[in-house]
């Protein structure tokens, strides 16, 4: 059983940083995509970045990619997700998602098997 827990969530200013990490446990195939998803309240759950464990072309929604950056070290089975210039509108409960694939151009949450228990930002101005 593959289990994904997040970290690094928190309270940040406008402007500041965070850096989420997923670490993923069992059985697991670094083919896989490995991807983050984000929920603010009354929201829709949407895709923000995802990437295979693997060297290989990641992707980012329109609305992250200037400012978030994906990247995973393959040793510690561990994706991350650098968030910079952080904006009130970021704010949301970020969750880490594994497939059992690789990965699409375009996010598809029915494709991802695994799911964490989620990782809280809160971004204040």
């Known amino acids: 059983q593959v289990q994904l827990v997040e970290s690094g969530g928190g309270s940040v200013q406008a402007g500041g940083s965070l850096r989420l990490s997923c670490a993923a446990t069992?059985?697991?195939?670094?083919?896989?995509?490995m991807a983050w998803f984000r929920q603010a309240p009354g929201k829709e759950r949407e895709g923000v970045a995802m990437?295979?464990?693997?060297?290989?072309?990641?992707y980012a929604s329109a609305s992250v990619k200037d400012r978030f950056t994906i990247s995973q070290d393959n040793a510690k089975n561990t994706m991350y997700l650098q968030m910079n210039n952080l904006k009130v509108e970021d704010t949301a409960m970020y969750y880490c998602?594994?497939?059992?694939?690789?990965?699409?151009?375009?996010?598809?949450?029915?494709?991802?098997?695994?799911w964490g228990q989620g990782t809280q930002v809160t971004v204040s101005s």
């Open positions: 990437r295979s464990l693997l060297s290989g072309p990641s």
């Open positions: 998602a594994r497939s059992s694939r690789s990965c699409r151009e375009t996010f598809r949450q029915a494709e991802f098997r695994y």
């Open positions: 069992g059985d697991t195939d670094q083919r896989d995509c």
